[in-house]
């Protein structure tokens, strides 16, 4: 079972600058389910491809590329 999960955001600039994030059980469940992660038993994990996020996930969510 998943303790916890911490996102690191590295920030595109001259400092190397970089932000960590704790997130919620609620935000990682969001996250896992948006990416499409899948955790198999033999410690392997699935999740949708780039394709499949740019044409079915990121129209429905609004969000613009970076």
């Not at 389910?33 to 392997?44: C, E, I, S, Y």
Request: aromatic residues 8%.
């Amino acid at each position: 079972m998943i303790e916890g999960v911490e996102l690191n955001i590295y920030l595109d600039d001259d400092d190397n600058n970089s932000v960590s994030l704790s997130l919620s059980p609620i935000q990682t469940e969001v996250i896992f389910k948006a990416l499409g992660l899948q955790f198999h038993q033999d410690n392997t994990c699935s999740h949708f491809s780039d394709q499949t996020l740019k044409k079915h996930i990121l129209p429905k969510i609004n969000f613009k590329e970076i």
